[in-house]
Each structure stands twice: as structure tokens, then as C-alpha cells.
């Protein structure tokens, strides 16, 4: 079974979603049996032209609906090459991710105060002070102090 694969260059971290790829090439492969599709050996015909693939690290298979990080380029015989390839599952999934929603109990520079996991409890000792003033006014000399919250 022979599909198509094109070959990348990706210019963003692994951890990114919505990487900054460019293609380069887009080859004939097909499969090393036995292979797996989140780990695929791929053994791709390159016409002979080592060179267009040389600087790519990334490939893109339609046919199995994933990108893959390259992990590894062998070279067998001339114009045959064998690519060793690990799924990126964040581009992969990138729509089906973003359409999620979530609660994020931690994160590095914003928090919620009212969500308490026990381990790690951001607080503040700067007070909030605000001062409203009544709409009428005083009639006597009496002082007004009303404290909200915890």
C-alpha cells in the first residue's frame, strides 16, 4: 500500500500547538512491516535526491489523518530511504484540543483563589481597599465599616 508523505521542516517547539511548518517535498512510501501507525518505520523511494530531505523534520501522512516528529533518515540503497517517525499528537488533534474546555487548577502566572487542592494555595497578604462614597451622605458623626469576603 503505497500513499503519499510529505516531507517538512518544523520551526516550532514539540509542545506547541499550531507549529510553524513549511513543506518541502511530497514523496511516494509505504509501510516496513510490520509497523505501527504511532511509531511508523516508512521506507520512502526519494528519486535519488537525498538532498530534499535533508534538513526536514517533520512529515505529514494524509492517509492515517497524523503528523509525525522525524525521529531518524537511513539511507538503504540509492533512492530508497527508511524513516523512523513518532506521532505528534498535539497537531494531530489540535482541532479536537482547542475545542475543549477545562477548569486549570494550576498554571504558571494565573490562578484562582477559589479552587483548593490541598497542595498549593496561592494567597496574598496586600489588602484591597476600597473606599465608596454614600450617595447622601452623613447625618451624624457616626463611622461605617463593612468587610466582604473570607
Not at 521506507?43 to 531518524?72: D, H, L, M, W
Not at 505528534?88 to 483563589?113: F, G, K, M
Amino acid at each position: 500500500m503505497a500513499f503519499a508523505i510529505t516531507f517538512c521542516v518544523n520551526n516550532s517547539n514539540e509542545d506547541k500547538i499550531g507549529k510553524n511548518i513549511t513543506d518541502v517535498v511530497t514523496l511516494t512510501g509505504d509501510l516496513k512491516a510490520p509497523s505501527s501507525i504511532i511509531d511508523p518505520v516508512l521506507t520512502v523511494n526519494n528519486g535519488g535526491n537525498i538532498s530534499q530531505i535533508a534538513g526536514c523534520n517533520y512529515i505529514k501522512i494524509p492517509t492515517f489523518n497524523r503528523t509525525y516528529f522525524i525521529r531518524e533518515i537511513e539511507i538503504v540503497r540509492a533512492g530508497i530511504i527508511q524513516v523512523t517517525a513518532h506521532v505528534d499528537v498535539l497537531e494531530s488533534y489540535s482541532e479536537q484540543i482547542l475545542q475543549q474546555a477545562a477548569v486549570v487548577e494550576r498554571q504558571q502566572n494565573l490562578w484562582n483563589l477559589y479552587l483548593n487542592d490541598g497542595l498549593t494555595f496561592k494567597v496574598t497578604n496586600k489588602p484591597t481597599i476600597v473606599t465608596v462614597p454614600f450617595p447622601s451622605g452623613f447625618t451624624t458623626q457616626e463611622f461605617v465599616l463593612a468587610v466582604a469576603g473570607n
